[in-house]
């Protein structure tokens, strides 16, 4: 690890305390502690790492397998169908916490939740951009 640690490095490591929903050896999974609704979790890997592409495989693999479970228990226990997984990367992408982390946000009938504002444009140039992503990967 480079720098200080953030805030949920500190949770990992027990010096500030968070209401626990989930750990194994590679994630940790706590309540939000400004819920945009009720059942607002958060699902860490234990790897500290800013961002999701810097995720080793393995904390990747982690997180995938437990994240559809605790987003179960979470529609269990508030009673909602709907939610977001949501997934910052960067200041300017909403990111306030500089350690990986992924949302599961309920949607409630009372309209509670994530607001999105989707401005969705035309396509330009699909098959060069397909092409030139895969040929990055
Ligand atoms: P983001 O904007 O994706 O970086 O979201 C950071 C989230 O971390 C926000 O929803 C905060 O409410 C939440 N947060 C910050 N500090 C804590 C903490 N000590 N315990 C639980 N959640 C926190």
Known sequence: MIGEP???????????????????AHVLAFLDV?????????????????????????AAAALGRVLPRIARAVMSVTGCS?????????????Q????????????????????IEWNANELVDGESLAASISEAL
């Open 82 to 94: 709907d939610y977001n997984i949501l997934q910052n990367n960067g200041a300017s992408a909403h």
């Open 34 to 58: 400004g819920p945009i609704s009720p059942g607002h979790v958060l699902v860490i890997p234990k790897e500290r790492v800013a961002f999701l592409h810097e995720l080793s495989d393995d």
């Open 96 to 115: 306030a916490v500089f350690h990986v982390h992924f949302h599961i946000i309920p949607k409630h009938a009372d309209g509670s939740g994530l607001g």
């Open 6 to 24: 953030t805030i949920f490095g500190r949770i990992i490591d027990g010096e500030i305390p968070c209401h626990r929903v989930y750990e194994d």
